[in-house]
């Protein structure tokens, strides 16, 4: 069965560290993978997405992700954080099946920036 | 374009209700899944509806149904609700290309916040 680790439930910076997030995800085919960002009190957004091709990916807001096959693994990374940057982040693999699309999650981890 | 938009945003049920979410999907898209969120944990799927069916779901019982409609809106139902239903419900719409298959990416509402109490 598919599922989403995300390592860190709860992660607290100050501004201008660097930020990683762990994700890792169990899924034998082709994955596609997704960070989303949840802002206190906003819906779900996408911050960026990998369906193929060059595993390093970039976002919005200065986000990339990277993308490594032989580890499952999907890592978040943003150099410099930002107070802005305090919200909840979930990986997310879509995993195809009898013609419709299923987004697994992960359990999310709750970034808090201090100025 | 129009995002997704839920309705009700916040409702109180008492255990062994009913309760019926509204959603309208994003502008040029015909799917809708919905996703309940626990506190403290990640979405997770409860079904998506194409073409007015559903075609696919997730671990979730029988008394959760849904609907799509020809404008490609989609209502949730749960029915006899257990305090445990307590959740954030999540639409989201996409769009998916003809045979079914294909990557896309999904645009979520706001959700709509149910106490069961």
């Known amino acids: 069965a598919q599922s989403v680790s995300q390592h860190n439930h709860h992660v607290i910076l100050s501004e201008a560290a660097s930020l990683e997030l762990g994700c890792n995800y169990s899924?034998?085919?082709?994955?596609?993978l997704f960070w989303y960002v949840q802002y206190p009190g906003q819906h779900l957004q996408l911050l960026l997405k990998?369906?193929?091709?060059?595993?390093l990916v970039k976002g919005i807001k200065g986000f990339e992700a990277e993308f490594i096959k032989s580890k499952f693994s999907f890592n978040l990374r943003k150099p410099s954080v930002q107070w802005s940057d305090t919200a909840e982040y979930f990986c997310?693999?879509?995993?195809?099946?009898?013609?419709?699309?299923?987004?697994?999650f992960g359990a999310g981890t709750r970034l808090a920036v201090h100025p | 374009e129009t995002g997704v938009t839920q309705s009700p945003t916040h409702l109180i049920k008492t255990r062994g209700q009913q309760v019926t979410l509204r959603c309208s999907s994003q502008?040029?898209?015909?799917?809708v899944s919905w996703y309940q969120q626990a506190l403290g944990q990640g979405p997770q799927f409860i079904f998506q509806?194409?073409?007015?069916?559903?075609?696919g779901r997730g671990n979730f019982p029988p008394r959760f149904s849904g609907l799509q409609f020809p404008n490609y809106s989609s209502e949730l139902n749960v029915n006899a609700l257990e305090l445990d239903d307590s959740a954030l419900y999540l639409c989201?719409?996409?769009?998916?290309?003809?045979?079914?298959?294909?990557?896309?990416?999904?645009?979520f509402g706001a959700g709509s916040r149910l106490t069961v109490l």
């Open positions: 989201a719409s996409s769009f998916m290309r003809e045979g079914g298959s294909g990557a896309n990416v999904l645009t």
């Open positions: 899924y034998g085919g082709t994955v596609n």
């Open positions: 990998y369906f193929s091709g060059d595993p």
């Open positions: 997310a693999v879509i995993a195809f099946s009898g013609g419709y699309n299923k987004l697994f």
């Open positions: 502008s040029g898209h015909n799917t």
């Open positions: 509806y194409y073409r007015e069916e559903e075609n």
